[in-house]
């Protein structure tokens, strides 16, 4: 999936909350 691989970029700055 093409969004899956932008999607960590803030997912991760979410999670990392």
Do not use: C, I
């Not at 999936?1 to 909350?17: S, W």
């Amino acid at each position: 999936d093409v969004h899956h691989v932008m999607v960590p970029k803030k997912f991760l700055k979410e999670t990392a909350r």
